[in-house]
Each structure stands twice: as C-alpha cells, then as structure tokens.
C-alpha cells in the first residue's frame, strides 16, 4: 500500500503502547528513502484489534509495527509502499522484533556473493565511514557504497604501501 506523510499522521495517532522513538533510526531510515533506496518488504506495518488492558482499559486499534517507518515517511516528505497487515492481536507485540538483527557483514554475505570476507569488508567499509561521520551507528553499509568500492579498487587506484 502506497503511505504518504499524511496516511503516516494518521496512523501514528494509533501509536499509543509501544516502544520510545530512536531517531537514529527515522533519520537513517528517511535517507534510504530520499536517495530511492528503500524496498518493498514483507515486514508490515501492523495494528492490532482492540483491546482491554490486564487493568481492564479498553484501547482502540492501536499500530503496534511500523513506527520508525512512518516517522521517516513524514520526515522524508515521501510516498513509500508498504506491506500493511490489520487485525494482530495484542499478544503478538511481544513477539515482533525479537530475533538477532543482522548485521552489516550478514546482509553482505547474502546480497554479495562475490564477497569472500564479509565480516573483513563490512569492518574496513564501516572504518572508513568512520573518518568521515562522527557517529558509527548513524552509518549504514548499503550496496552502492560498497559497489563504489569495487569499482574504485577495480579503476586500479593507488594504495599506499603496496607499490601500486
């Protein structure tokens, strides 16, 4: 479903139980989005059914999948698809985002095959980024950058040191 700023608005009006914004994450997420990068996934933007609380408080549909997405989606001033799934179940928040995040060198391993050493590649790249951002967790490796990697090594630039 397409989202744009306004839909988003509307949906973080149901973000009333969930966890607190990181916004590291919103911003990373709107650059994706403004440099054309951000991908159509199965990982939905969720709301559960009401509900009532243990306390018996009843509470309306409530977002319990998706926050960061639909604050970059406001923040990026974009219209970006996304996998919607209504009718969840309250119970299911505390199983969503649950298992290890992949890192960096995982990603590559299964987008890049041609990458012998991926943990090696995803260090040296996030070393380099390193020199140049003053935050490490605010720099993600994506395909281009490590495609302009290759493609520098491929020009046969100069590496100091190694007689080339």
Not at 60 to 65: A, R, V
Not at 111 to 133: C, G
Request: hydrophobic share 35%.
């Amino acid at each position: 479903m397409e989202v744009t700023p306004e839909v988003a608005t509307r949906w973080l009006e149901k973000n009333t139980h969930n966890r607190h914004i990181k916004q590291r994450v919103v911003d990373a997420f709107t650059e994706t989005m403004k440099h054309g990068e951000w991908k159509l996934t199965a990982e939905p933007i969720a709301f559960c059914n009401p509900w009532k609380d243990t306390d018996g408080t009843n509470f309306p549909e409530t977002l319990i999948n998706g926050q960061h997405r639909l604050w970059a989606v406001i923040q990026s001033g974009m219209t970006i698809k996304f996998t919607v799934w209504w009718g969840c179940e309250p119970e299911e928040f505390g199983v969503i985002d649950q298992g290890p995040s992949r890192t960096q060198a995982d990603i590559l391993q299964i987008t890049r095959r041609d990458i012998k050493h991926p943990i090696r590649v995803a260090s040296a790249i996030s070393a380099i980024m390193l020199e140049y951002h003053s935050e490490a967790d605010r720099v993600r490796i994506t395909d281009l950058l490590v495609k302009a990697g290759f493609r520098l090594h491929a020009s046969k630039a100069r590496c100091p040191g190694r007689g080339e």
